[in-house]
Structures are given as structure tokens and as C-alpha cells.
């Protein structure tokens, strides 16, 4: 048997002097080396020395190279948890977090090599299962990989363990690149507690947040301690106006409409009401749901005359089962300061739900399911109310099920025209809603579940022609659910909410090409917080990067936010 080099224990007992046939590690690693966790607390001398006296059996294991999705730890011990293989990130990313996990016992040590082409560059002993290189490091990783292979860069990660606790003895190894497309832009965000009912009896601890993805600090705030409920927010992708749901005044319909500056002060005239307009029965009165601005910010378009349906539940993972019953839409012109409905999408044999405009503001689409009688007759009679918020939301999905399928319609300068199905996001069986245009109204990304609205297990995001056509799911979907997703004004990144390793929704971020195929997506950990959900994310048009506050310029009354007759 070969001898590639003596090993030499120095033990507090004495000196014993051990052959072995080992292959030394340190001789095909090079570059940087960094240490973590327990070895950071070594002397320069003493780790590097354990560094040196890693190594691989006489025989190494040929390296896999890790699969993804499902097949993520398939055949193996160790486990890359995130980033999973293939994934792209943009060159402005702040450093990303390396989570990895293992099925037997946890070994002495971790060796983590992070390699251009055949050099590597990096090398990490830890004792950690998790990592986040260092900004001069990431750049390091970045610049190298950018200027040698097109941005591709492999990390290798290796199991340390063994009789002597030195010896390889598991590996796994996955490949990555970086885009030439930057971000470009911050996400707008809202994070609030869990389940939906503790948010709801505590409106001031909602938080609104800016964030800098190139920056590896925490999000800004840009508002929080309102005494009312405030909830889903929109920009208008020219970026003249914010709009967002508030109860001013115990008003469900509440909305502001306000110009984008550094910082954001709400007059009384910035709030609209859309119960200020007549309410189609057998509503009583209008939420305004999921309103959508135009690019202009001209027209904003809402749901409205809403029967919903609405159950709180005490799960932290899906705390709420909701979707309207009835509805149409809405739309409120802000250069003439006036309510109409749009012709096409106010059918009172259906429920017409969550618009969104195309960035050429021609052309509108929605959600919309025929109106089912007896869901409709449990909300009137109040069945739903008596639903126990021990419930479980596959339990009431079963009992209350709708699909909803995306339509288009003509926006005509409001005035409408005849909707139509959109082929790939109607018809299939499934329930499709939340359509979003690519900034070029080359694609629409929508969010589809086996039934409801809102917060679904198993709804995933799927990628359609903005025409119609073949609907395909993004690579970029997690285990969970996937939904509320927003466009990178570049068109290149998508944003969204999505549940994988929390009860809690949290942000991630996915790479789309021009031919709309998606990358695993990246999650956004610097934005998670414990109990907490992270929900509506939103690109900030280049015109409001500057933003830094918003905040009302008169009293807010929250006594008045439970209002009779007016809470959902």
C-alpha cells in the first residue's frame, strides 16, 4: 500500500507517531482560507495545521454533483438545503446563505471549496451547517467566476470524520452562475404577525419595509404603528403614485392614493373611499380588493361589491381561508376624481377578482369564477362565521371549493370591452389567479392552486404568454406555496412570497430569461422574521429608490376600525 505522507498526532498525553495512507487534501485546495464556528476560535497556527491534515481515503468516492427540487438529496447523507443546484443569482446580490444538513451522525468538521472552473478560490473549515460568505469574499467569488468561466462557479462539501476525525468521508458538490442581469431595484414589503387574527387585533405591530438587495443589512423601515389596518400596497409602474388599503375612519374600503417622494406624507385628500360610489347587491358595502394601478397611475382598479368568504384560523402556516363570492370591477380615474365600473368585467353572474393592467395600459386582466349559490348562501346566512378556528384549511377547502380562471378584457380608456379567457390560465381544473405582466407584456406570471385564493397550500407559480398559450411552472416555486409575486422593472427577477423552510411566509427571488425559463429561486433570509409573515412584495420603480418614509398627516383613530356592519 502507498504512503502519501505521515501523520503526525500530537496527543496531551504524549507523542504518538501514526502511518497512514491518506491523500492530503491541502494540495488540490488553494486560494482563500476561512474558518467558522468552533474552529474560529482557533490560533492562526492551529487551524491551519487542522486544515493541512484533512484528507481522503487511498481510494476517494467519485463526487456527485447534487440534483435539485426533489431530488435534492437523492442517494445521499448530505443534503444542500439552499442554494439548490442550478441556481442564478444577479451580480448585486448581498451574500447568500449556504444551508446544508445531514442524515447521520454530525461529523467533526465541514470542508466547504468553492471552485472557478478547476482552481478553487475559496476553501471553508467549519463546524457550522450553515454559511454567509463574507461581501469580500462573495465579490471575490463573483468577479473570478464572472472574468474565467460566464459566471459559473461550483461548491464542493465535504463531510469530515473518520478514526482520526480528519478523513473525507462523504461529499456532494453543486453548480451555480451569476447573471449579467443586475436587480436593479429594492422590494417593498409588508411583515406582520401570525396567525392572521393576531395581526388583525394588533394593526401597530405591522411593519412596511424598503429593501436593498445588493445590501447585507436589514430592511429599512419606512412605516409602522398605525392604529388601523393597513394591508396590501401597490406603485404604479411609472412610479408617480403609492397606493395602499387603509381604514381610515373604520372605512373597509379605505384606500391612498398618494405622489411618491423621499419621504410620504398622506393627507386626508389622499384617501379614497371605494363605498363612494353605489354598491351592487348583495353587497353591502365594497373592500376594494387587490387594487392595481395602471402605468400612468392614472386609473386605479379594484374589486368591489364583495360577498367573501372568510374564515380565521389558528394555524401559523395558513391562518386564513378568503376569497370573494361576488364582485366586479371597479375603477377610479384620478385625473377626473370619479368611480365607474368597467364594462366587461361587472357581470353579476360572476365574480370578477384581482386585476392587473398591461404595462401599455391596454388591455386588463382578472380573475373570475361563475357565482356558486350555495357558497353565496353561506356567507348570507353566516355558516361561514361558525366555522371553529381550530378548523384545518384542506378540511374547509374541501367544503367550500372554487377555481377561478384568468380573463382579459379591453381596458379602452375605461370604457372596456368583451372579455375573453386567457388559453393556459383558464379551463385546466385548477383555480388561476394573481396575473402579473412582464415590464415588456411579453408574459404573465400567475399563481395557481387545486381551489381558493389567497394563502393556498400547493399553489405554485406558473409563466403563460401574455396572448395565451402553453402555462408552464417556474423552476423558481418552493415547497409550500408560492404566491404575491412582482416583476424587476428590468423584467429579468421575479419576487414573490413562499413557504419552504417556515410556517411563515418569506421573500424569494428567481432569475426569468427572456424565453421565460426560471432558476431555482434564492430566499431572501435577511427579511424573515420569527412569527412574523413577510407578505406582498413589490419592486420599486428607479423613480421612487429614494423613498424613505410615509406617514399620515393627520390623526388616526383606531377605535373606530371595528366599524358595525364594515369589518371583514
Known amino acids: 500500500m502507498r504512503i502519501s ?302 360577498s367573501s368568504l372568510f374564515v380565521s384560523l389558528e394555524d401559523k402556516a395558513f391562518s386564513q381561508l378568503f376569497f370573494p363570492v361576488t364582485g366586479r370591477i371597479g375603477v377610479y380615474d384620478t385625473a377626473a376624481k370619479k368611480h365607474f365600473d368597467l364594462s366587461g368585467a361587472n357581470d353579476d353572474r360572476v365574480v370578477q377578482t384581482a386585476p392587473a393592467f398591461s404595462p401599455d395600459g391596454r388591455t386588463l386582466a382578472f380573475s373570475r369564477a361563475p357565482v356558486d349559490d350555495a357558497l353565496l348562501q353561506a356567507v348570507l346566512s353566516g355558516q361561514v362565521k361558525g366555522e371553529p378556528s381550530s378548523s384545518s384549511i384542506h378540511a374547509l377547502n374541501k367544503k367550500y371549493p372554487i377555481q377561478f380562471d384568468i380573463w382579459t378584457v379591453p381596458f379602452n380608456q375605461g370604457k372596456g370591452g368583451v372579455p375573453e379567457p386567457l388559453k393556459g390560465a383558464s379551463g385546466n381544473g385548477k383555480s388561476n389567479y394573481f396575473a402579473r405582466y412582464s415590464p415588456d407584456g411579453k408574459w404573465i406570471v400567475f399563481t395557481q392552486s387545486p381551489t381558493g385564493l389567497v394563502l393556498q397550500p400547493r399553489s405554485r407559480l406558473m409563466i403563460v404568454p401574455a396572448g395565451g398559450g402553453e402555462a408552464r411552472p417556474l423552476a423558481g416555486n418552493v415547497d409550500g406555496m408560492n404566491s404575491w409575486h412582482s416583476w424587476s422593472p428590468n423584467g429579468r427577477w421575479l419576487v414573490f412570497s413562499g413557504k419552504s423552510r417556515s410556517p411563515e411566509t418569506e421573500l424569494f427571488l428567481t432569475h426569468v430569461s427572456e424565453e421565460g425559463v426560471a432558476s431555482p429561486a434564492i430566499r431572501l433570509f435577511r427579511y424573515s422574521a420569527g412569527g412574523q409573515a413577510v407578505m406582498v412584495p413589490e419592486f420599486v420603480p428607479e423613480s421612487c429608490s429614494g423613498l424613505q418614509t410615509v406617514r399620515f398627516g393627520f390623526p388616526l383613530d383606531g377605535s373606530r376600525q371595528v366599524k358595525s356592519g364594515n369589518t371583514r
Open 5 to 306: 505522507t505521515f501523520l503526525i498526532l500530537v496527543m496531551l498525553s504524549g507523542v504518538v507517531i501514526l502511518l497512514s495512507a491518506v491523500s492530503p487534501v491541502c494540495a488540490e485546495t488553494g486560494g482563500i482560507w476561512a474558518y467558522q464556528g468552533a474552529y474560529s476560535e482557533f490560533s492562526a497556527s492551529e487551524a491551519k495545521s487542522f486544515a493541512e491534515s484533512i484528507h481522503r481515503s487511498e481510494e476517494p468516492e467519485e463526487v456527485p454533483e447534487q440534483a435539485s427540487g426533489a431530488e435534492n438529496n437523492a442517494g445521499g447523507r448530505i443534503r444542500l438545503l439552499e442554494p439548490l443546484q442550478g441556481t442564478v443569482f444577479p451580480k448585486d446580490l448581498a451574500s447568500p446563505l449556504f444551508w446544508w444538513s445531514v442524515a447521520s451522525d454530525k461529523p467533526n468538521a465541514w470542508l466547504l471549496t468553492v471552485s472557478v472552473g478547476d482552481s478553487p478560490v475559496l476553501s471553508l473549515v467549519t463546524s457550522n451547517e450553515r454559511w454567509i460568505p463574507e461581501s469580500h469574499h462573495w465579490s471575490m467569488i463573483r468577479e473570478q467566476a464572472q472574468a474565467v468561466s460566464g459566471g459559473s462557479f461550483s461548491v464542493a462539501l465535504s463531510a469530515v470524520g473518520g478514526w482520526d476525525g480528519r478523513t473525507i468521508e462523504q461529499e456532494v458538490s453543486a453548480r451555480f452562475s451569476f447573471s449579467e442581469d443586475p436587480v436593479g431595484a429594492s422590494v417593498f414589503f409588508l411583515r406582520k404577525p401570525v396567525p392572521f387574527a393576531v395581526g388583525q387585533a394588533h394593526p401597530e405591530n405591522t411593519q412596511w419595509l424598503l429593501a436593498d438587495v445588493a445590501s447585507a443589512g436589514s430592511a429599512a423601515k419606512v412605516m409602522d404603528g398605525l392604529p388601523i389596518c393597513g394591508n396590501c400596497h401597490a406603485f404604479s409602474p411609472g412610479g408617480q403614485l403609492l397606493g395602499m388599503d387603509v381604514d381610515v375612519d373604520g372605512d373597509k374600503g379605505g384606500y391612498l392614493l398618494v405622489k411618491t417622494s423621499k419621504d410620504v406624507v398622506v393627507g386626508k385628500g389622499d384617501v379614497i373611499s371605494w363605498n363612494n360610489r353605489p354598491t351592487p347587491p348583495p353587497a353591502q358595502y365594497s373592500f376594494g380588493l387587490f387594487t392595481a394601478l395602471s402605468y400612468d397611475g392614472r386609473f386605479a382598479a379594484s374589486t368591489i361589491g364583495e
